[in-house]
């Protein structure tokens, strides 16, 4: 056999795979390098930069989601309702349903629902219906029931925030309908 062969060859393979290391090394520098980021609040227009924001509980789980939410996205919010849209949060709705069982009776999986209902009234005084619904599958093992409704109380947040995401997003296409009219 010839050993210089078999070591030009493994010489070659690590040359390879120092490149591809190099290249995807690059790539990432590149990418973080030039700015490129996720940018909040771009897709928002600008007649919806400033809000007022109102809930029947202003200081509810759902409603500071949505106002955590708003801010993400660099919504202004304001108290007045003088000549600039209103983003109204009508109600929301929990539910926990049970979706399967253990051979013994006990509940194993339940699907948790959140459903909301907004409005927002633009500047023009024209008032839209907005919904957002989440679902999520939640296993409850009742033996470990602490630790589950920590795990619960989670996947509540996590659908809060979804749901609030979904208001946002609902609101942007609806100003653009709004816009096409």
């Not at 509810?60 to 919504?75: F, G, P």
Request: include cysteine.
């Amino acid at each position: 056999m010839d050993f210089k062969f078999i070591h030009s060859t493994i010489k070659v393979i690590f040359m390879i795979k120092s490149i591809k290391a190099l290249f995807i090394v690059a790539s990432i520098t590149a990418l973080s390098a030039c700015g490129w980021h996720f940018q909040n609040g771009t897709l928002i227009p600008q007649e919806l930069r400033t809000l007022a924001f109102e809930s029947s509980d202003p200081y509810s789980e759902m409603s500071v989601a949505m106002r955590n939410q708003l801010q993400a996205n660099n919504v202004q919010l304001v108290n007045s309702t003088q000549g600039i849209p209103v983003l109204r949060i009508n109600k929301f709705r929990t539910n926990d349903e049970v979706a399967s069982v253990f051979k013994r009776g006990r509940e194993a999986e339940k699907v948790l629902m959140l459903e909301v209902e907004a409005s927002i009234r633009l500047a023009n005084g024209e008032s839209h219906p907005i919904t957002a619904k989440v679902n999520r599958t939640f296993f409850d093992n009742s033996r470990a029931a602490l630790a589950k409704s920590a795990e619960r109380d989670v996947i509540w947040n996590d659908m809060r925030e979804q749901a609030a995401r979904q208001l946002i997003t609902k609101m942007v296409a609806l100003e653009k309908q709004v816009k096409n009219k």
